[in-house]
Structure formats: C-alpha cells, structure tokens
C-alpha cells in the first residue's frame, strides 16, 4: 500500500485522506475535507480505455438497457429515462414562457452511449445529439437508433459556445479522471441560464457501507472519481453553476457487487427482494420524481391528488431518506448569469 501514489484532494487540494479500497493494483482515496474519492494512480495516458471499444463493454450496454444487435425497445427507454424527461419537459415550459412556444429546444448528451436516451428526448421535442467516446456505443446510435452522436472524449468535441439550452451527462462524470474539465466545458457550451443534469453513484450510499470493497461501484479502472452530495455541490459552484436540485435517489442493485457471496451480501439481496416487492416502495420510486420536480419548481404541489394513504406513505419515504442513502445521485444546476 506504501507504494502507492496519495496525491492531493484534485477538488480542494485537501491532503487528509483515507483509503476506502484497494482493488485491482489501484487505491481508492477519499478527502476527509470535501468527500471526493479517486482513484490513485491516474490513468498513465489521456483517452478512451480500450474497456469502452471492445465487444464486452458493448454487450453489456445492450444489455442493461433492452437493445439488441438489430433494434431497442423505445417504451423500456422512455421509462428508463422517465425523471430526466419529466425534468427536461420542465426545463421545456420554462423555455416557452420565456421566449414563446414553438422555440427550438438543444440538448447535448455528453456521454451518450448507446443514443437510447437521445432519442427519447428527440420524441420529446428536443433537437439532441450526443457525443461518446465509444466508437462501437456511438456507431449503434448512429446506425440502429437514428441519432447524431459524435465519436469521442466530451471536452475534445468543441461545439460552439453558448449553443445548448441543456446538458446531460448521466452516468458520465465517474468515468473521468478531470470532472472539473468536463463541468466548466458543459458550463461553456450552455446558452446563459441554461441547465445540466447529471446522474453519478453516490459515495456515501448504503450499499457501499454494507458491500464494501465488493460494491462494484468501487472499479478504479473504470471509475475515477467518486462523488457525495457534498463533493459534487462544490464541484458544480467551483465550475459556475447555482444547483437547484441535488438529491440520493433512494434506488438499490444488490447485485451491482465483484463478490457474490458472503453473509453480507445475502441478507442485503434477500432484505432488497422484499423491498421492491413492496407496493409501498413503488409509491416511493413515484415520490423521488413528486420532490426532484418540487425542488425545482417552487410553484409544484408535491402533495397534490395524493390520497391519505399516501401521504403517510409519503412521510414514510422522508424517514428513510433521512435515514438511507441509495446507489444515484441526480443534480440538477444551471449555468449563472454573466
């Protein structure tokens, strides 16, 4: 362990630092001032690890999301991707009632893999292209889904200045070894005003406390860097967003672990199964989007049409957000006025 490399926290510069894993001939780290993890050492070279060229990676993309060599499934992608159209549907009346209807709405994907969600904004009314830096990822939304992906890294792409009303990087930031390049890019590309969404494992999440080397979140050569709510606020402030929204989604994958075996991860899969089972967790999942819009959209009702019933449920699922961390963070943050 000595011999490996403990640079300073690359958010705040902090030097107290604690060792969370180490897996795979590399260290997690974790800042005890600001609660960034990254991976030590950094990748020796800039770009694409093969990881994301090859068969395997493209295969299990596929996979995850319902697509096959010759189509998709549109509907899985519209619910997959149902909180962040609910969230760009609200970005789209902002845009209206600023500039009128019938507007041109743009939106770049900044790692948008396999294009599904590209193509469900595109039937939501946006005029969206995206850029990946997986060629095969980028050739299939190119070929099979119909959109406009370019091949390569997010922050070498070089659209113009100020010409997106939104940005999404879902599932992006953890790959890069400089989220902060990334962030002030998307902060360049945005129109004044205009908004980024990103979706990133959270840290602090309970999995990791219960799973934790094995979560498999915990990946040094795929992930390399590792955010809390904490982290990830300073780091949008730091690259010139006001966050309007930064929420744990309370979602859980027992299975997202390197080691499928051992009591822990028994009694968490088995204590899982009967939760998803549950029709009071559904409702919850129902309550994530209700507070995610009400943040913000000062003017939502998130009690309104509930029944009785669910608003008790409701109070429930406030207990244990205040209790529980989930596998997703979502951020919500806009581009500050000049």
Known sequence: MSSLP??????????????????????????????????????????????????????EAKAALHAGDDGYDPEFARRHYH????????EARRLDERS?????????????????????????????????????AADYARRIVGVRVRSGAF???????????????????????????????ARRVLKPGGILIIQTPDLDSLSRRILGSAW?????????????????????????????????????DPNYTHRREGLAY?????????????????????FEGLALLAAIEPKTDPLAGLSLRQRAERRLFLALKRALKGDVLIAVARKLEP
């Open 83 to 90: 909180l962040h159209l609910a969230l760009l549907a609200r």
């Open 6 to 59: 403990q640079a300073p926290c690359p958010l705040c510069g902090g030097t107290r630092r604690q060792t969370l894993a180490v897996k795979f001939g590399r260290a997690i780290l974790r800042c005890r001032t600001c609660g960034l993890g990254w991976a030590s050492p950094a990748p020796e070279s800039r770009g694409a690890p093969n990881r994301y060229q090859d068969d395997g990676y493209i295969r």
């Open 266 to 286: 028994g009694m968490w899969r088995s204590f899982l199964r009967r939760w998803e089972r549950s029709d009071t967790v559904g409702n919850m999942h129902g």
């Open 216 to 252: 498999a979140v915990l990946s040094p050569w795929e992930h390399l860097t590792y955010f809390s709510a904490r982290s990830l606020r300073i780091a949008l402030g730091r690259a010139g967003f006001e966050v309007e929204s930064l929420r744990n989604l309370l979602i859980f």
């Open 100 to 136: 009128g209807r019938g507007g041109l709405r743009t939106l770049l994907d900044a790692g948008s893999g396999l294009g599904l969600f590209l193509k469900a904004a595109g039937d939501a009314g946006w005029a969206a292209e995206g850029v990946d830096v997986s060629g095969p």
């Open 155 to 185: 922050e070498d792409a070089n659209p113009a200045s100020d010409s997106f009303d939104a940005v999404t990087m879902l599932d992006l930031i953890e790959h890069l070894e400089d989220p902060a390049a990334a962030l002030r890019e």
